[in-house]
């Protein structure tokens, strides 16, 4: 009986260290700067669930982290020269129960995909792409 009882605490202490792991990373990751809420999800299934994740500008990129990970690293990276937002819908705030909201439709080397992000991120990445280099002027529709 004493071997269960050290077995179902070293359980909980395994698993109370991978929750404030857990907590430390998005605390960690939402308080960088240049980083924003992100959910993400692929092109085509409109019903089809969003991924929620923690974007953070880097130089020439975005860096896209998912929030249920414990990854040291980003599951996404988005350059520059290769993003492209070719469009943008307004969502309906009683939907989401959000205030100002917009689908942001995304093209990365070929491959569609969309993000769901807050008015004034949409702003942020607009501008962020607009900002490129001379000689790239197709980066935000």
Do not use: K
């Amino acid at each position: 009986m004493p071997g269960v009882i050290w077995i179902a605490i070293a359980v909980l202490g395994v698993l109370a260290l991978v929750l404030a792991v857990g907590i430390s990373r998005l605390r960690t990751l939402s308080h960088r700067v240049g980083s924003f809420d992100c959910n993400a999800r692929a092109t085509g299934n409109p019903e089809g669930s969003w991924t929620p994740g923690i974007a953070q500008y880097a130089v020439g990129r975005i860096e896209w982290w998912r929030c249920w990970s414990l990854s040291p690293r980003p599951a996404r990276t988005w350059y520059r020269e290769r993003l492209t937002v070719t469009g943008r819908i307004p969502l309906d705030p009683d939907e989401r129960g959000q205030g100002d909201h917009y689908l942001v439709q995304c093209r990365y080397d070929g491959l569609d995909f969309e993000l769901d992000l807050a008015a004034g991120d949409y702003f942020g990445l607009a501008s962020w792409l607009e900002a490129a280099p001379p000689g790239r002027q197709d980066l935000v529709l």
